[in-house]
């Protein structure tokens, strides 16, 4: 419903266009909650924080021996659901003095607006990022010396894919490491080379190289004491809903407002076969997945 603001112009203000300006800016600088790293697979509507989305497994089927008489017997696909709660709410709230200027100015591309739309980026994927390190397996740390580094991050890059090939975790994989990771690894011929390094776009999203089955990415926002998560995006979902851009007017400033709302939850997701399923048929939430793996590295001192 058109409202009447002190400012007569404002009814004209068109959310659906700051809303895409916004996704636009937003998406690309997510790691953890990028698709790369998290799925988006999930079932419901996000309107409040408290609200719950559902996740649904799909059970592996068992193969059969065929042989007669008894031919063959057809099974029925079968899920399992797992709840993804929304527990974050954050929001943006602009300051304008006359909405359609701005609008058509480019307001999301100014430089405050850009740095807020940063912040709430910063916000959310460094919660996602902590979701995924504290559900998933820890490994050995990995110790380097000043003349090793990149040969030992190399290395260890590629005992996690291993890791991962033992449990069968399909293509597409992911491995982000810290920045401090990126300085040493980006050394090795093997990243240095890698087709990925240096193309244009490579940016988006932290991603650094391809290599050995992994999109390596980077970001600033890394776990507390993890340097390296390797994964796949089946095993964490990203739940995220901006609730539409409102406006108004200030009732402490001569001018108006724009605020959005941010709400988004993420979750570990568990599989029939590969997780531990307790008597009730839920799963054991206590233990790590082994669908992502997580690694500390032990710098010189010297």
């Given at each position: 419903m058109?409202?009447?603001?002190?400012?007569?112009?404002?009814?004209?203000?068109?959310?659906e266009e700051w809303n895409s300006g916004l996704l636009t800016q937003f998406d690309p600088l997510l790691v953890w909650g990028s698709r790369i790293v998290s799925n988006r697979s999930y079932e419901g509507d996000i309107r409040q924080r408290g609200d719950a989305v559902h996740i649904n497994s799909l059970t592996r089927p068992t193969v059969g021996d065929y042989k007669l008489p008894e031919g063959m017997t057809?099974?029925?696909?079968?899920?399992v659901d797992q709840l993804l709660h929304i527990t974050e709410?954050?929001?943006?709230?602009?300051?304008?003095?006359?909405?359609?200027?701005?609008?058509?100015?480019?307001?999301m591309e100014s430089p405050i607006n850009k740095e807020m739309v940063r912040?709430?980026?910063?916000?959310?994927?460094?919660?996602?990022?902590?979701?995924?390190?504290?559900g998933a397996t820890a490994v050995p740390n990995i110790k380097v010396t000043a003349g090793n580094a990149p040969q030992a991050l190399y290395g260890a890059v590629l005992d996690l894919m291993l890791a991962l090939d033992s449990?069968?975790?399909?293509?597409?994989?992911?491995?982000?490491?810290?920045?401090?990771?990126?300085?040493?690894?980006?050394?090795h011929p093997s990243i240095s080379n890698a087709g990925a390094y240096g193309e244009a776009g490579v940016t988006k999203n932290g991603v650094v190289a391809r290599l050995a089955g992994f999109t390596v990415l980077s970001t600033t926002a890394m776990p507390a004491g993890v340097d390296i998560v390797a994964g796949h995006s089946d095993?964490?979902?990203?739940?995220?809903?901006?609730?539409?851009?409102?406006?108004?007017q200030s009732e402490k400033y001569r001018a108006d407002y724009i605020d959005n709302l941010h709400l988004y939850g993420g979750k570990i997701v568990r599989f029939p076969g590969l997780d531990t399923v307790k008597p009730d048929h839920t799963f054991d939430e206590s233990k790590p997945t082994k669908g992502i793996l997580r690694a500390s590295v032990e710098w010189p001192t010297s």
């Open positions: 058109a409202q009447s603001y002190q400012n007569q112009l404002s009814g004209t203000f068109v959310s057809a099974q029925r696909p079968e899920t709410a954050k929001f943006l709230q602009l300051l304008v003095e006359n909405i359609e200027r701005v609008q058509v100015a480019g307001a912040a709430l980026a910063r916000e959310a994927d460094s919660f996602m990022g902590r979701v995924i390190a504290a449990n069968d975790i399909p293509e597409g994989r992911y491995v982000v490491v810290s920045p401090r990771v990126k300085r040493y690894l980006v050394e095993f964490s979902t990203y739940a995220s809903q901006f609730t539409g851009f409102r406006q108004g």
